[in-house]
């Protein structure tokens, strides 16, 4: 019998992806004192104010100087290249006192001018700075320098954490943005291959030392590799090639728990959240009978009572998720509410929910009032194998109560088109990345107005009263100045929407990071970036 | 010949016992076992389980009958439509036969597996998982003719020629009649081209299911079950990962055999 060569190129074909995947599986080479881990993608700006992105903002965070540092540690908002700030009584001025003797990477001074410029520069419409909406009435802001050292910043109206605000402002020399390669911060960016990756140096003129009067940061340099694949990322982890990894994935955290247990670490629920949500766009092509199960409370109730949340975070998180039932996780000690009452798995109690509201069982299969069968389709990101674990499983709770699921992966692109634009879908299962525990950075997703009010995006006046009374609770947590009005209007939003349940609330994914034994002065957070947030207190043994 | 004797009675053995294993009383390829995710061998679950608990033997059996039954139907669907077009492009004249080889040029210069996840992530997100793989395997067929009809084609010309078909026309058959004679003829042509192309589907079908654009989740498919390979992690906790893909290559070398000539 002769070797089928068909099959032979089949074979090769089928090989060849694996072995490229091994052979790219090489690091860059690593200067000493370099410290060195991975970013997904590559950076889609180094302009500081234009951020948009994750990886953008990793790059802003460790090259930029700020005026005010938020300590992802103690959750406290602390002076940086101010020497101190102060909010006056009614929370409309802002005055910030500058260190003395302060330079940026190239030597030339930094003074309140170029402190001005880069807040100005933020605020302006043409920048498009994400960064600008946080101040709520941008163009109603201004800055003035009544000396070299001092900024005031006056605000239209009071801006509740307004100090936070000031972490995501990079200082850059006046008239002079020069996409990080001048910086105030702790690295300048000294190089950038696409796709390959992004190189730091050490900014000399870093204003910061530590308790002994040593200059910080301690490393030479950060790389960042840009790559993907976290298997590419583990192979090249244990080799000692990077020192460590954020964001691990469940299964991997597991093999690196039997191969280096010494280096992983879970920190428990994140401020994170999964969550599934069925689509009440009013512009929505889905017909009228499909839309009225999704605008029905009851039949979303019974939805998230068939929902073994137990097994989401124990069979797709392999136990590294908390089941979730509000959008603050109980990570965020000081925002969660504890006492919320929120539908449980219950299947009992969603078959009978779904019987009052008039749904019935035709042989196996649900049916509405008008005897329409109840199936949808839940969409999600491919190459999320969590969030497709997830869809699947759910695909069977729901199968209990005679729902026919479809899970449908599609790349993010794609998903995104469908979710935001075309709003052609059912239901979606994404995840929510909070990087701050404040409610007030999720006025976004919360008002009804917003286009991120992913169940009904941009209503023109809230389409229910109970998101015409999220509305007025998101509002006036955002504007007093009082912790405990505040805390109870997000208490009443997170009951509101337990009630509701216009999203189901799936898990809170734990924080898994892989650190090297190597990597010293490591004070892991659970807020973003978790290890790197105190990077210039970071050093590798050889670089010591 | 006679190596092909063997070679399907193995490939027959193996689509009955998928049939035996899928059709077994209390097993189901979806039913998920929660309890034991990733689980090895054991009397429950002869080859473990997957990533959440479901029966790895049972979906690999269920798989192999889902491939072989779309491959077998969709290497028809291609071989009849490739029949028709490298038969007509043979004896309807020279310019319809030019035509329809350009036709078939155009098609096989297509970047095939683009075309196919335009396809199938273009179909309405709700197709059930069972529509979803007959879709996949109808866009595979309605993709896959050309090579085979220009195969058909030059062998359909051959047939022109031939004595028998010139002493048909000087004996006065009529246009039907030929072509009732023609087909039997042609048959040499065609069972390679079907044997040929139901590895072919069956690969296409893996390769689909392994970017997430194949069948649809709970339905099992060799694509779903290969991407485990992908993850490092799970490698580690069973051996019973590289099942799917051993079987895999097993039956794409039996029906390589098949189909190659003696």
Not at chain 1, 60 to 89: C, D, I, K
Not at chain 1, 282 to 310: C, G, M, Y
Not at chain 2, 3 to 17: E, F, H, R, S, T
Not at chain 2, 162 to 174: E, H, N, S
């Amino acid at each position: 019998m002769r070797f089928p060569g068909r099959f032979a190129c089949w074979i090769l074909i089928a090989l060849a992806a694996p072995v490229a995947r091994i052979c790219a599986a090489q690091a860059a080479t690593r200067l000493p004192g370099e410290l060195a881990w991975t970013i997904g993608y590559d950076p889609k700006t180094f302009d500081p104010a234009k951020v948009d992105d994750q990886e953008s903002e990793m790059v802003r965070y460790l090259t930029a100087g700020v005026l005010l540092r938020f300590n992802r540690h103690t959750q406290e908002v602390t002076p940086s290249l101010a020497e101190s700030w102060t909010v006056s009584q009614d929370g409309r001025t802002v005055t910030f006192r500058m260190r003395q003797g302060l330079k940026f990477s190239d030597g030339s001074p930094l003074t309140s001018k170029d402190a001005a410029w880069s807040v100005r520069r933020v605020l302006l419409p043409d920048t498009k700075a994400p960064v600008a909406e946080e101040f709520v009435s941008p163009a109603g802001v201004t800055v003035d320098t009544p000396d070299a050292s001092t900024v005031v910043v006056r605000l239209p109206k009071r801006v509740v954490g307004i100090g936070k605000v000031f972490d995501e402002i990079a200082i850059e020399p006046a008239g002079r943005p020069s996409e990080g390669r001048v910086t105030a911060g702790p690295f300048v960016v000294s190089d950038y291959k696409r796709s390959q990756y992004v190189r730091l140096k050490r900014n000399s003129y870093f204003a910061a030392r530590d308790g002994s009067g040593n200059q910080l940061p301690y490393s030479t340099g950060v790389r960042l590799d840009i790559l993907e694949n976290p298997e590419q990322q583990i192979r090249i982890f244990t080799r000692g090639g990077y020192d460590l990894i954020e964001s691990l994935p469940p299964d991997y955290f597991e093999l690196l728990k039997k191969t280096a247990p010494n280096t992983v670490r879970d920190l428990g629920a994140g401020l994170n959240t999964e969550q599934l949500w069925f689509n009440q766009a009013a512009a929505s092509p889905l017909p009228a009978w499909e839309k009225s199960w999704f605008e029905n409370r009851a039949f979303r109730v019974a939805v998230s009572q068939a929902i073994r949340r137990d097994d989401l975070a124990r069979v797709a998180y392999l136990g590294h998720a908390t089941p979730a039932y509000s959008f603050i996780s109980p990570a965020n000690t000081v925002w969660y509410d504890s006492k919320i009452i929120a539908p449980h798995t219950d299947v009992a109690a969603a078959k009978a929910g779904l019987k009052r509201a008039g749904f019935r069982l035709k042989g196996t299969q649900l049916v509405d009032a008008a005897g329409h069968p109840v199936k949808f389709s839940i969409l999600t990101n491919a190459g999320n194998a969590q969030r497709n674990k997830m869809a699947t499983l759910i695909q069977q709770d729901l199968g209990a109560l005679g729902i026919e699921v479809t899970v449908v992966a599609l790349d993010f692109p794609a998903l995104i088109e469908r979710m935001m634009h075309t709003q052609d879908y059912e239901a979606c299962l994404l995840g929510l990345e909070n990087v701050d525990p404040d409610p007030n950075a999720m006025m976004n997703i919360w008002l009804s107005s917003s286009e991120n009010h992913q169940w009904n995006p941009s209503e023109k006046k809230p389409a229910t009263t109970w998101e015409a009374e999220i509305d007025r609770a998101m509002n006036d947590q955002a504007v007093s100045a009082n912790p405990v009005v505040r805390k109870r209007a997000v208490d009443h939003v997170q009951q509101i929407v337990a009630d509701e349940q216009p999203f189901i609330y799936l898990v809170y994914p734990n924080v898994l990071l892989a650190v090297s034994t190597k990597l010293q002065g490591v004070k892991p957070a659970v807020l973003e970036p978790q290890v790197v947030w105190n990077v210039e207190e970071l050093r590798t043994e050889v670089g010591r | 010949m006679r190596l092909k004797v063997p070679v399907l009675a193995v490939l027959i053995a193996l689509v009955l016992a998928a049939c035996a294993i899928v059709l077994a009383p209390g097993t189901s390829y979806a039913l998920q076992d929660r309890d034991l995710p990733l689980a090895g061998s054991s009397v429950h679950h002869l080859a473990g389980t997957d990533a959440l608990g479901r029966d790895r033997l049972t979906r690999v059996a269920a798989a192999l009958l889902l491939s072989m039954a779309g491959s077998i139907a969709a290497a028809a669907l291609t071989t009849a439509a490739a029949a028709g077009v490298g038969a007509m492009a043979a004896f309807a004249g020279e310019g319809v036969g030019w035509a329809a080889m350009l036709v078939c040029d155009v098609f096989l210069a297509l970047p095939w597996l683009f075309l196919l996840m335009m396809v199938r992530s273009a179909l309405p997100l709700n197709t059930s998982p069972g529509n979803s793989a007959e879709i996949t395997f109808f866009v595979l067929a309605a993709l896959g003719w050309p090579a085979c009809a220009r195969a058909v084609y030059r062998g359909a010309l051959r047939l022109k020629s031939a004595d028998w078909m010139l002493q048909a026309r000087a004996g006065g058959l009529k246009r039907m009649q030929v072509i009732r004679h023609l087909l039997p003829n042609m048959l040499p042509l065609l069972v390679p081209q079907f044997l040929i192309s139901v590895p072919a589907f069956v690969i296409a079908e893996a390769n689909l299911g392994a970017l997430g654009l194949g069948v649809g989740p709970p339905l099992p498919s060799w694509g779903g079950m290969l991407l485990e390979l992908d993850n490092s992690a799970m490698l580690l906790q069973t051996r019973w990962v590289y099942f799917p893909v051993a079987l895999l290559v097993a039956v794409l070398l039996l029906l390589e055999a098949v189909a190659v000539e003696d």
